[in-house]
């Protein structure tokens, strides 16, 4: 079947439910600290250097003494396929079609550019380096360098697509220098550094700031594509998005509406019904959305999540779990240890699927990171108007 996804909602018919297998740590260096910086604690924050190929490995930051790698314990990752095993086996409960990525192989370990080399992580967040839109599988520029290589854990996938007639298409992928990085929305934040960030590094590819996008911060409405900017580097992938999905597509540009993702911030559920963090998301969304009802859950629970040890990297707000997936304009999978968020869907009538999500803030991400939906029965309708 070709691609067909035009929206959140719809009945779901295929996707890609990510893999887990051979995760063993998260390489801390400039663009991970960057992505995550609104839930790393402030101690934390350091640089340490990554290996230019050539060079030997650095395995500790020369002032901190600690290794760039934070192990992540097994029993978390074997719990963590459990629960993704758990979401396939639901979701084909349910009639949907899964596909399966490559899994990492263990003898992979590194990735590798001409410009720097880190640790490589498993194709488990598929949402992510991929926007499907329409007909059309867009491979996005990525912002952390351990995925640069990701979306070819899934080449079977989208090349069996494409042989059924889908457009396949890679955005220009970014050097991924420290200099390619925009640092202003984590100096300005809360939740940044105490300190400006002044040990960037010069490279002999350095280009400037180059366009670094994920498709979840997308939020797809039919022919209309709100898109989360909030830094230069997505400024440029947005306007590349632009001059591509002319005439195809509408794309509506909201500021700073979060670091990056959205899909834990708002989600759409159903032509007219939003899932909002809070009334103040509401606020900075598009003012043709405005008329939309918008479900806010009560504020989630300390008890619905997993208590850690102090080395253990916690990377998302206690909100991870609205980032739920949509089966059809009625069924949504929501994380079952959230009663709170199942209780709010319900009262609204929707028809909920709870499924188990252990360490969703380990992993950093929910139902809708955890999969990539590539069939679905909507179309480009316009529901904005």
């Known amino acids: ?45 350091y640089y340490p ?48 079609r899964v596909h399966r990525p490559l899994d990492l192989h263990e003898s992979t370990t590194e990735v590798r550019t001409p410009a720097w080399s880190a640790a490589v992580v498993p194709p488990l967040n598929v949402r992510d380096n991929t926007l499907i839109l329409g007909d059309e599988i867009i491979e996005t520029p ?9 979306t070819q854990f899934l ?38 550094p105490m300190e400006p960030i002044e040990d960037v590094q010069p490279s002999p590819y350095d280009v ?14 039919g022919r209309d594509l709100v898109v989360n900017i909030s830094t230069e580097n997505h400024a440029q992938a947005c306007d590349w998005l632009e001059r591509h999905l002319e ?54 629970e300390g008890n619905n999540f997993p208590r850690y040890e102090d080395d253990d990297l916690v ?17 949504v999978l929501v994380n079952d240890a959230c009663p709170e968020l199942i209780r709010t869907l319900e009262q609204h009538r929707f028809t909920v699927v709870p499924v188990r999500h252990r360490h969703r803030r380990l992993f950093g991400g929910g139902f809708h990171c955890f999969t990539l939906d590539t069939v679905r029965d909507g179309g480009p309708e316009d529901y904005l108007g």
């Open 1 to 45: 079947m070709r691609v067909n996804s035009y929206d959140e909602w719809s009945p779901l018919r295929e996707v890609i439910v990510g893999s887990a297998r051979n995760y063993t740590s998260h390489e801390r260096e400039l663009s991970f600290d960057l992505f995550f910086h609104d839930n790393l604690v402030r101690s934390e924050w």
């Open 49 to 96: 250097r990554l290996s230019t190929p050539g060079s030997a490995p650095a395995t500790e930051d020369a002032e901190s003494g600690r290794s760039g790698r934070s192990p992540i314990k097994q029993r978390y990752v074997d719990e963590l396929i459990e629960d993704v095993e758990g979401i396939v086996s639901t979701l084909e409960s349910l009639s949907v």
């Open 142 to 150: 990525p912002m952390i360098r351990s995925r640069y290589f990701e």
């Open 155 to 192: 080449t079977p996938v989208f090349a069996d697509y494409f042989r059924q007639g889908s457009r396949w298409t890679v955005m220009p992928r970014p050097l991924m220098t420290d200099a390619s990085f925009d640092p202003s929305y984590a100096q300005q934040s809360a939740g940044g």
């Open 208 to 221: 400037g700031f180059e366009m670094m996008f994920d498709g979840a911060q997308c939020l797809r409405l």
């Open 247 to 300: 005439g195809r597509f509408r794309i509506h540009r909201v500021h700073r509406l979060s670091d990056s993702h959205i899909d834990s911030m708002v989600l759409a559920l159903r032509p007219g019904t939003l899932l909002v963090r809070s009334k103040d998301v509401a606020d900075l969304l598009p003012p043709a959305l405005a008329d939309w009802d918008m479900i806010v859950p009560p504020p989630p």
């Open 315 to 331: 990377l998302t707000s206690p909100f991870i779990d609205l980032n739920v997936l949509s089966v059809s304009p009625d069924t």
